[in-house]
Nanobody, 119 residues
Framework: QVQLVESGGGLVQAGGSLRLSCAAS????????IGWFRQAPGKEREFVAW????????YYADSVKGRFTISRENTNNTVYLQMNSLQPEDTAIYYC????????????WGQGTQVTVSS
């Protein structure tokens, strides 16, 4: 099993910044990628960004490209999502997830952290 714990959410004004953390533990060798997803009230969950476990590759949704940066701290198995220029439409519960290297599906999920952006 892979355990994931998100933190860093909160309330911020439009134009502000937040940094989310995703701490991974357990059998992290099972994962080849960590992704961030978000779900706004009344909407389906959507992809935000991913980073390979090596940290060498990243990918972003168009809606956050240029504003969000995903990174990985190797020493403590933590993945970060730096969010700048936040807008009210970024308001959502943010989840990190680990993709299993042999199923290529996100099989492990954290509990989520709330991000609220006020206008």
């Amino acid at each position: 099993q892979v355990q994931l714990v998100e933190s860093g959410g909160g309330l911020v004004q439009a134009g502000g910044s937040l940094r989310l953390s995703c701490a991974a533990s357990g059998r992290t060798s099972r994962a080849d990628r960590i992704g961030w997803f978000r779900q706004a009230p009344g909407k389906e969950r959507e992809f935000v960004a991913w980073i390979t476990w090596t940290g060498l590759s990243t990918y972003y949704a168009d809606s956050v490209k240029g504003r969000f940066t995903i990174s990985r701290e190797n020493t403590n198995n933590t993945v970060y999502l730096q969010m700048n220029s936040l807008q009210p439409e970024d308001t959502a519960i943010y989840y990190c997830a680990a993709r299993t290297s042999w199923t290529l599906t996100y099989d492990y999920w954290g509990q989520g952290t709330q991000v609220t952006v006020s206008s």
